[in-house]
């Protein structure tokens, strides 16, 4: 916070907490809640991300001169993509290639074969792999002719650099990612390879090696896909971008600005988590990783105020996970179904904008309501930051937010060139203030975590391209679309259950933006078949995708957030889902109410559907907590979903049930509780 008066929060915060008083004494050191506030990683937390999440269990390297060896190569390779991004890359097959090649490379370096290996430096057999690594872009670049004009005929050469390339995609999967998207990836070679055999509506024609490896190596719907263009252009610009504003000291002005605003509020560090890891989260795109770093402040907070371990930990990974959602960055996938529907991303982002603002009204109603209910208080307004004064020493840094959203909604130009000047602008605002100034170090740190942090996506991307290239050659896509539409009986309703399970369980273990990518041409499909918009079905996938990080057995945000909790894991779990629960109601609404993604919607019928939208999810909240001034009784929490469900549809005689029902929810709640007062 600088010379904030939030300074004060490193002190203990007397008089928070429930009504009785109970002193908020602080369990943190002044220097750990620094840290906290500024997204400064514990040695704990990083220990607690890398055991949750493969992506954060990389190497440090002890050999001094091999590590600036490495530090320098991060910066070369973020600088190549920053400078092609603006100049214009090589050609299609070449750029991508090299691309694969460096994120390999880096991989190989930075994630040991398994936990036996040494994390302090490579192994002989990563050597290896790394030079075969390098032989990839090597062979395309010197031989790009003859394998475009051999496309579809490849030689002795063509197939075994391409055997090279499947295995070692497929490796860096597993050691990156883990198993789950490793195993999705060899399944699908299995079954191009032998699905000749597969009964019923499964079977294909057959594929030998030859072809598909050749399909995966030589063409842009394999490996080399449209998933590792995007990963090779826009996601690493703005996983780029986000490291740089992460220098600028963005996530500490975040925890300030959200305690300025909310802290001193009924259940406050609740709110303050919501919003800080809305905005953090709408930047970052991880996950797990913004769990820990704003959880890291806001879990310990939330648990002084009164809140219990489960219910803190759910509401930080609810909130977390909710950012992948958010415009302007929604964890980067939104490049990729901009890339999918062929249309521009400022798009995408005006259609994603109010369900988005809808999943975290839910939450925050949730947390106002159960903070009503145990009589739980914000913290004291002399113990938080300003709002003004936050904004004055750290405002400006969201200039580069602003031009972002400028250049993306309003120039006409490019979403890289967008990029491109935001980082620029970004580096350029924060050195107005002495404050958020970044250092030439602090910039070239920035590029080289650019880097390393990308490695993950593009890995991912990567694999990916090897289950897309077989569901393009199989025609599996429209297979499982006809499977899903013939499991729901043509039924709109139990399609979008189906669909829902599925990519649920497809996302399940696997990273953010591959889950999006397998359930988009998966289940998607079935629902373009059935007339839903594309934009909405692709947003449908995307949604259910993001949320396997949420729902249990494998919960990874909720079990990052219990690790700082000391919650329960599955208890917490379940709590991220019951907190969450109108982000699963929300894609049903904008399937049935297309006009909440502003499709072709006047502005007045735009601002009837959400205004109904917001009615419903207050009241989807209000029957997930079962109180609003008073207990609300199981029927008319009954009534009160009843209302909710009419609401999903944007017709005027639904829209005029809901609101009615929301009515007589409101008066039966006023006449209780006013009794409550009346005979306390």
């Known amino acids: 916070m600088g010379d904030i008066e939030g300074d004060k929060l490193n002190e203990s915060v007397p008089g928070a907490g429930r009504d009785n008083g109970t002193a908020l004494a602080s369990d943190e050191s002044e220097e750990a809640l620094r840290k906290a506030r ?40 973020s600088v190549y993509h920053f400078v092609t991004s603006y100049f214009g890359t090589p050609p299609v097959l070449k750029h991508r290639s090299l691309h694969v090649a460096m994120m390999l490379v880096l991989g190989f370096l930075l994630y040991p074969f398994s936990k036996k290996c040494s994390m302090k430096k490579v192994d002989w057999h990563d050597w290896i792999l790394i030079a075969l690594s390098v032989t990839l872009p090597i062979y395309v670049w010197l031989g790009y002719d003859g394998i475009i004009s051999r496309a579809g005929n490849p030689n002795t050469a063509d197939l075994v650099m391409a055997t090279i390339l499947v295995v070692l995609v497929l490796e860096s999967a597993r050691r990156i990612t883990g198993w789950a998207l490793t195993s999705l990836g060899i399944v699908f070679i299995l079954y191009g390879l032998y699905g000749r055999g597969m009964p019923g509506i499964f079977g294909h024609r057959g594929y030998t090696w030859l072809q598909l490896s050749n399909h995966f190596f030589a063409n842009t719907e394999g490996i080399y896909g449209s998933s590792v263009n995007v990963a090779a252009s826009y996601i690493f610009l703005f996983i780029l971008f986000g490291a740089v504003m992460g220098k600028s000291g963005m996530g500490a002005f975040f925890n300030d600005f959200a305690m300025a605003l909310a802290g001193h509020t009924k259940g406050g560090p609740a709110k303050v988590s919501v919003i800080a890891s809305g905005l953090l989260g709408s930047i970052n795109g991880s996950a797990v990783a913004n769990v820990v770093t704003t959880g890291a402040f806001t879990i310990p907070l939330m648990k002084k105020t009164g809140y219990s371990s489960d219910f803190a930990g759910a509401v930080e990974a609810a909130a977390s996970v909710g950012g992948q959602l958010l415009p302007p960055v929604m964890g980067a996938a939104a490049f990729i179904m901009a890339e999918n529907l062929g249309i521009r991303y400022s798009v995408i982002i005006v259609h994603a904008a109010i369900p988005a603002l809808l999943y975290y009204l839910g939450i925050i109603i949730q947390v106002q309501l159960r903070a009503g209910k145990e009589s739980l208080l914000g913290l004291p307004r002399n113990q938080l930051p300003i709002v003004g004064k936050v904004l004055k020493e750290k405002g400006h840094l969201l200039i580069p937010i602003t031009v972002l959203l400028y250049f993306l909604l309003f120039s006409g130009r490019t979403v890289i060139f967008s990029a491109v000047v935001t980082i620029v602008s970004t580096i350029v605002i924060a050195a107005l203030k002495k404050s958020t100034r970044m250092s030439v170090k602090d910039i070239c740190d920035s590029f080289a975590e650019g880097a390393k942090a990308t490695v993950p996506v593009a890995v991912a991307c990567a694999c990916v391209g090897i289950i897309v290239g077989v569901t393009s050659k199989t025609g599996f896509g429209l297979t499982m679309a006809n499977a899903i539409i013939a499991l729901g009986s043509q039924s709109l309703l139990f399609t979008l259950v189906f669909s829902m399970i599925t990519c649920m369980i497809l996302g399940m273990g696997v990273p953010s933006i591959p889950a999006y990518i397998i359930t988009a041409s998966i289940a998607a499909p079935a629902l373009i078949k059935l007339g839903i918009p594309a934009v909405a079905a692709h947003m449908f996938a995307f949604y259910f995708a993001m949320f396997a990080n949420l729902t249990p057995p494998v919960a990874l945000a909720a079990f990052a957030a219990a690790g700082l909790s000391g919650g329960d894991p599955m208890k917490t779990g379940f709590a991220s889902v019951k907190l969450a629960i109108a982000g699963f109601i929300v894609p049903y609404m904008f399937i049935y109410s297309p006009q909440l993604l502003l499709i072709d919607t006047p502005f007045l019928e735009g601002v009837r559907v959400a205004v109904g939208a917001c009615v419903g999810v207050f009241m989807i909240a209000s029957v997930a907590e079962g109180y609003l001034f008073v207990q609300i009784n199981a029927l008319l929490r009954l009534v009160a979903a009843v209302g909710a469900v009419c609401l999903i549809d944007s017709g005027i005689k639904t829209d005029l049930i809901g609101l009615g029902i929301l009515i007589l929810l409101l ?14």
């Open 667 to 680: 008066s039966v709640q006023y006449v209780l509780a006013r009794r409550r007062r009346n005979f306390a």
């Open 38 to 77: 500024e997204g400064i990683l514990t040695k704990e937390q990083q220990e607690l991300i890398g055991k949750l999440d493969k992506e954060s269990s990389t190497r440090t390297f002890e050999n001094p001169a091999f590590a600036r060896v490495f530090y320098w190569a991060c910066i070369a390779v």
